[in-house]
């Protein structure tokens, strides 16, 4: 190795080595490995109930690991909490703002608890409404906002301290398209500026918009790591469905497929496969798996769904 | 300015938005004075002639229980939303956090306060106090007001929902019956007069009667201050240990 000055953790925001939890007799994390580099974005995929919030937690100090360890900004979530918690800032699932209190009264109360004087707190809570289009809104309670308004200022609010590391669990989570489409400009404007972010979402197509890179995270561990366009090389984005003409031909394709079934409906007589969707790749599949052209009936394209990832992921 | 000073000018402004509580805090004292005085006052008979002057510091009393115990909603709708976790992540301090509602209750007993003394003075409530003995009464008021304040944020970080805390706040609101705030303790059942003569609303209530119509309080004053400060010595922790419960 070549001497460096750096510090080991340098190039890492996150750094978690063998993180596990349960609650009670249930496992929520088993031995979870991450590292984030600096100033990437950096998205856990998964489920409702693969850990995704509780790792978000334990990196934001809110929730202690049972077992492992992890440095965010270069600081023991457990040994030095208060500076990490200088370093961080989360927007979790539940908007966590005042809704009686005005979005700049909200964002003021925010910046000077964060040790900013009455002026600079002002103009750093002007600074911020204006970056998410709320400059207009303002003055209005926050119980009044639309949910993408809510989930825009409660980004915000995180953003008064100039984080270097932000958490953000599920951030268009129940948001319409448009609000969606916001949110991730927003997130974008963020890693403009240098931060790094941590994000979970549901969404395939949001991880791969958002992130550098991605983990899939399933029951509590990682099973799959890289950027979005390694992940797709072996997660499909489009499944083939195949009706086949009868019972037999059912189960002897079912049977031929075996680990490279993503889905399956006996009654229909239907059966998925991956494809990425092009013709070529579609009629090579049909060639290849009925060259009879004898037992594939009909067969239609769907876009993958998280459980076909799920399903092609786990096969191994 | 301090994390202090910011959650309390917070919570004074949930307070001031918040209708229900502006209504609960200011009118329901007053009515609740109307209440004693014309319609009970006329079948009790007090030493102090009209029971109004009897009863003005009874109900002061009680309705320092009536916005203390709010302070166990206002906690406990912290708890339940997402702000506290916001609050947990920028290191704001826990004491700091549950000051701001304790402050915010102190205001709006204080606003509560002035207000059944208003309505009292004009249905003929003639206290008698000099400067020093409005400031001893006063400052006895405000002892057991941040006192009930602290046991009402003990009951919101107790409860699981915003509605079991108002619940757990009834104890505060029944204490003053069974004192001489509305009625004279001798005219209870003996097996009552042990309670009700050693419970610390006793000492509050009568401090306050004897400063405000010139009248002996002989020890009472110190015995309600030691009630506010011991009961304070145990809360504090209480709500410092319930706070790190409930956020672990």
Redesign the interface.
Known sequence: MTATHARPDADWAIEARGLSKAYGSVPVLENLDLRVRRGSVYALLGPNGAGKTTTVRIL???T?ADAGQARVAGHDVVAE??RV??S???T?Q?????E??TGR?NLR??A???GH??KAAAHRADQLLERFGLTEAQGR?VATYSGGMRRRLDIA??LV?DPQVVFLDEPTTGLDPRSRRTMWAAVGALTAAGVTVLLTTQYLEEADQLADRVAVLDRGRVSAEGTPAELKKTVAAQRLDLTMAGHEAYEAMAARLAGRLLHKAPEELLLGVATDGSAAHVRALLDELDPARAEVERFALHSATLDDVFMELTHE | MSEYAILASRSIRLTRRNPDAVITALVLPVLLMLVFVYFFGGAIETSTGKYVTYVAPGVLILCAGYGASMTATTVSNDMTGGIIDRFRSMDTSSTAVLAGHVAASVARNAAATAAVLGVAFAIGFRPHAGTGQWLAAVSILLAYITTLSWLGAAAGLLAKTPEAASGFTFVMLFLPYPSSAFVPVETMPAWLHGFAENQPVTPVIESLRGLLLDQPTGNSPWLALAWCGGLLAVTLPVCAALYRRRTA
Do not use: H, K, V
């Open positions: 934001a100090t809110l202690r909490r208060s918690r200088r961080i800032s989360l979790g539940y908007a966590a703002l005042d009686e209190q009264e109360m925010m000077a608890l964060r004087s009455r309670r609010a995180g301290g």
